[in-house]
């Protein structure tokens, strides 16, 4: 199979291959910079960021690499809009934004020509989006890790969405080898994002206790879990996932007032970073529906190379 050509406005990338944006600093600048590098869009999360941080990831990235950069920002944290002007003013090639839906983004968008990508998980948000100036979409399914915003799979809504817009339809969830990315490309797709398979990555810069709870998790491990941002979300079993199951987790100390909105259940960020940082024991480890398939930690050149191999192995 030839891979499709994907075109972002004017961004068209060697692969049609988008990093996920992984909060809370998952996705920094050494793993954005590695993908853009390989010839796929790298993503820097700018979720729980600081203004001054972003801009030094950003700046960071763009020393590594030559290739398109891009954030994710999610609409529900409290900073989101100066954190978008923030990636504007450092000239970010582009925004990739979900868990919510801003309106005011398309207006910076244009104002600044920086394009718009929108997640979405109905062909009825696609549409809007679209409407409003969004750039391409991204079709995310239930198959995918972190916040979820549909219980339907990426390959039962992707025919819909690509049906009903005209716009480059980038497919979500739960794709973590070229069969997962032939797949959603004869189903439509102009590209694909994958976000679980370069957590797995040399230049993924979480702890490698992290990286190991990928290795070693089974299907019985992935689950579903309440999050404060008001949306499910899929992350691998352990203490912390336990408790909040039970519905008895580690109460908040000192609110930073980080959300919009924020059911107060627990500390949704303090959760993400204690896991970044390796203390995955009193954390959240997001992760997508089949993180089971991936059995190695590989340079991001690497991954790409198989992915391409078992893309061009696959039948039209």
Known sequence: ????????????????????????????????????NAGGIGVIAATGMSIEELKREIREARRLSKGIIGINIMFAVRQFANLVHTAIGEKIDLIITGAGFSRDIFKWGAESGVPIVTIVSSSKLAKIAERLGAA?????????????????????????????????????GGIVDGQGIA??????????QMATRFVASVECTVADVFKQMYLKARPEDIMLINSPVGMPGRAIRNPFVNDIMLGCPA?????????????????IIKALENARLGNVNEGIVFAGKNVGQINSILPVQKIFD????????EPD
């Open 1 to 36: 199979m030839k891979f499709p050509q994907l075109k972002i406005a004017q961004l068209i990338p060697r692969y049609p291959i988008v990093q996920g944006g992984m909060a809370t600093r998952v996705s920094t600048a050494p793993l954005a910079a590695a993908v853009a």
């Open 136 to 172: 391409a979409i991204v079709a995310e399914g239930n198959e995918a890790g972190g916040h979820l915003g549909t219980d339907r799979s990426l390959f039962e809504i992707l025919p819909e969405i690509v049906a009903s817009v005209k716009l480059p339809v980038i497919a979500a």
């Open 183 to 192: 797949k959603a490309f004869r189903l439509g797709a102009s590209g694909v």
């Open 251 to 267: 109460p908040i100390k000192g609110c930073e007032l980080c959300l919009k909105d924020c059911s107060r259940e627990y500390c």
């Open 306 to 313: 198989n992915l391409v191999q078992e893309v061009q192995a």
